[in-house]
């Protein structure tokens, strides 16, 4: 095997990593975290917990998604027929080009949005669950806190079945 095809093979597997680790990460908040800081033995620290695994979740998702992007470069370079495709309109509007815009499109969505929510929304919603819990106005936070974190995990899923399509031929 060529230097260039085990720098792509490479680039590959931490790419796969990256996006393991920050889409499992949602994950494991929706479908673990968040539901065992609802039982009553952890209800009472669930604000400061959750807030920690926050904090310290964003520092990896944004790694992650750094990541990502960098090996998403590589890994399109190497697809195109040649680094300078990647700057040609009719590279982009085949097939397998209009689809990985369709990807880079939801990944430019999901940077925006990470960004509202991990710097701006999430950190207002736990300030005020501290400082004001139960009010209307926390709720009303939490609540786009909430949704908005929904919503990315969606597109981050939406993300992976383009990457599928991608490499299994589209959809």
Known sequence: MD??????L???VVHILAATLWAGGMLFLVFVLVPMLRTPALRE????????MGLRFRSVGWASLLVLVITGFINAAFRAPS??????AAWWAAPFGRQLAEKLGLVAVILVLSAVHDFWIGPRASALMISHPGSPQTLRWRRAANWMGRLNLLLAIAVIALAVGLVRGGW
Not at 45 to 52: D, M, N, S
């Open 10 to 12: 490479a680039s590959v």
């Open 83 to 88: 680094p300078v495709a990647l700057a040609d």
């Open 3 to 8: 230097a260039m095809r085990s720098l792509y």
């Open 45 to 52: 620290r669930a604000i400061e917990l959750l807030t920690a």
